[in-house]
T-cell receptor
Framework: AQSVTQLGSHVSVSEGALVLLRCNYS??????LFWYVQYPNQGLQLLLK??????LVKGINGFEAEFKKSETSFHLTKPSAHMSDAAEYFC???????????FGKGTMLLVSP | DAGITQSPRYKITETGRQVTLMCHQT?????MFWYRQDLGHGLRLIYY???????DKGEVPDGYVVSRSKTENFPLTLESATRSQTSVYFC????????????FGEGSRLTVL
């Protein structure tokens, strides 16, 4: 069975500060990994994905994530937070042949002026 | 416009009543999914469907029924609603070719009194 663990249900940063949202995965086979973002009262939308190509993946809105097999991690980063980044972020995992995604519990990103 | 729509967006019902949440997509995606989102649990898969007339259980299927008579529709029925089914329900879809991206509806907020 696959799973992801997101460390920290809430992360607070100041505008302009580094954003780091942590995700560790568990999978018996090489995984596909994803980050989704959810803005208030909306559905989730894909931010970026790792599907066994480059280990450093760039997504929308300046976010990126690095796949580290040795650490079983896929942390999400952004060099400089904007107020508009305030949202809930979900890490998700799927193996290469499976039909569905398994989501983490989410991390709420709070950005203060 | 093309997309995935859910109805109703908000529903209040009483314990023991039957409730059906509708999901309609215009992309002709093969796969459709129902997730529920609860504080502290993230998103959990209820049921999914790989094509018309093909459905399968997810992580939390008890108390729910689905059908897929047409590719574009994937209704979720709570045959006898319970308070523990108070949640936000998200429908999602994707292409048969696995690119990693799920397309989500805006959610249906259900309250069971």
């Amino acid at each position: 069975a696959q799973s992801v663990t997101q460390l920290g249900s809430h992360v607070s940063v100041s505008e302009g500060a580094l954003v780091l949202l942590r995700c560790n995965y568990s999978s018996s086979v090489p995984p596909y990994l994803f980050w989704y973002v959810q803005y208030p009262n909306q559905g989730l939308q894909l931010l970026l994905k790792y599907t066994s190509a480059a280990t450093l993946v760039k997504g929308i809105n300046g976010f990126e994530a690095e796949f580290k097999k040795s650490e079983t991690s896929f942390h999400l980063t952004k060099p400089s937070a904007h107020m508009s980044d305030a949202a809930e972020y979900f890490c998700a995992v799927s193996d290469q042949g499976y039909s569905t995604l398994t989501f983490g519990k989410g991390t709420m990103l709070l950005v203060s002026p | 416009d093309a997309g995935i729509t859910q109805s109703p967006r908000y529903k209040i019902t009483e314990t023991g009543r039957q409730v059906t949440l509708m999901c309609h997509q215009t992309w002709s995606h093969s796969y459709m999914f129902w997730y529920r989102q609860d504080l502290g649990h993230g998103l959990r898969l209820i049921y999914y469907s790989a094509a018309a007339d093909i459905t399968d259980k997810g992580e939390v299927p008890d108390g729910y029924v689905v059908s897929r008579s047409k590719t574009e529709n994937f209704p979720l029925t709570l045959e006898s609603a319970t308070r523990s089914q108070t949640s936000v329900y998200f429908c999602a879809s994707r292409n048969r070719e696995w690119t990693g991206e799920l397309f989500f509806g805006e959610g249906s907020r259900l309250t069971v009194l």
